[in-house]
């Protein structure tokens, strides 16, 4: 275990993913300090955190190079999950996705190598892997980007990969596998697929699956993800250091099974949920088809070993909906 002393930097810290890794930090007693500028995150995801003398909270914008450098002051390491998500988002404003994703990107990733960090793990994403056809996805395999957020995506790793080359700077990619658990936000116009379709069946609204419904995904949940995190911090295996790394559970599920998966658990609060009628629509544009991840690299270089399954991950996720948003 990392010794108490060192200082995380979370960028991104009051999102879904940022805040659950702030509040784990700061449960083993890491100093964590977390950067966010509030458009996308929630600032009740980790006011309660306050109160613990190991955190703080800094309002600021990867897209300003100078807000980044001021919450560097002190830190070893960053855990830099800041971004703008969401495919459709990013071809309906690839502008901003782009400020965003690369150029807020960079920001950190400088403001790192100037501060002398001790490493840079940084969120990197499964839509890498592009027009890929192969499976499990395996990552030094990909293809050609299928939208616009996964060519910001990709362009992380280009960047990562060139700093470390270049200046000598420790990173480590984690190819983000379809997250999903508590605090994950279910409103909004781009919310994830499973919180969305929570809230709809709390509601009786019945969720709008694009296509068939047979196009499937490595759902991961939040847990395996700060599992990872912890792992990239920890290693001392250099064949662990620049290179990137999927994160994922190893499986994979259609939107349909996910679908009769979160009705089953969701009735089990309210059984009128089992009758919500669904109704199928057009394909997404820029949707992969099918996503799975071999996830042996991380196994056999960090020790990764996730502790949630798909359907344990998703019962833990409908009890947090249930009783934080009915």
Not at 111 to 129: I, L, N
Not at 253 to 270: A, G, P, R, V
Request: proline share 4%; glycine share 8%; net charge neutral.
């Amino acid at each position: 275990m990392l010794e108490k002393k060192y200082k995380i930097l979370i960028t991104g810290g009051a999102g879904f993913i940022g805040s659950n890794l702030c509040e784990y930090f700061v449960s083993q007693g890491y100093q964590v300090v977390c950067l966010d500028n509030f458009s996308t995150g929630y600032r009740h995801n980790v006011e309660h955190l306050l109160n613990n003398h190991n955190f703080e909270i800094i309002e600021g914008d990867i897209c300003n190079y100078s807000n980044c450098q001021d919450a560097m002051s002190g830190v070893d390491y960053v855990l830099h999950q800041a971004g703008l998500g969401s495919v459709p988002r990013s071809i309906t404003d690839p502008i901003t996705t782009n400020s965003i994703n690369v150029s807020g990107f960079l920001n950190v990733l400088m403001a790192s190598k100037v501060a002398g960090v001790k490493r840079f793990v940084y969120a990197a994403s499964s839509s890498t892997y592009g027009d890929s056809e192969s499976l499990p996805k395996v990552e030094d395999v990909i293809g050609k980007p299928l939208s616009l957020y996964a060519a910001t995506k990709y362009m992380n790793e280009l960047y990562a990969e060139i700093f470390s080359k270049t200046y000598g700077i420790e990173t480590i990619g984690l190819r983000y596998f379809n997250v999903f658990g508590r605090k994950q936000d279910p409103n909004g116009a781009y919310a994830a697929v499973i919180p969305k379709f929570v809230m709809q069946f709390m509601k009786y609204e019945s969720p709008v699956v694009n296509g068939n419904g047979e196009y499937s995904r490595d759902f991961t949940y939040i847990d395996n993800v700060i599992q990872m995190n912890e792992l990239a911090i920890k290693t001392n295996n250099p064949e662990g250091i620049n290179t990137v790394f999927n994160t994922a559970f190893g499986d994979r599920t259609t939107l349909n099974d996910l679908i009769k998966y979160l009705q089953e658990s969701l009735s089990k609060f309210d059984p009128k949920i089992a009758a919500v009628k669904i109704v199928y629509g057009p394909n997404r544009a820029g949707d992969i088809p099918h996503s799975l991840a071999s996830i042996d690299k991380a196994k056999k270089i960090l020790g990764y070993n996730p502790k949630f399954s798909f359907k344990q991950g998703l019962d833990q996720a409908v009890q947090w909906y249930w009783e934080n948003l009915k």
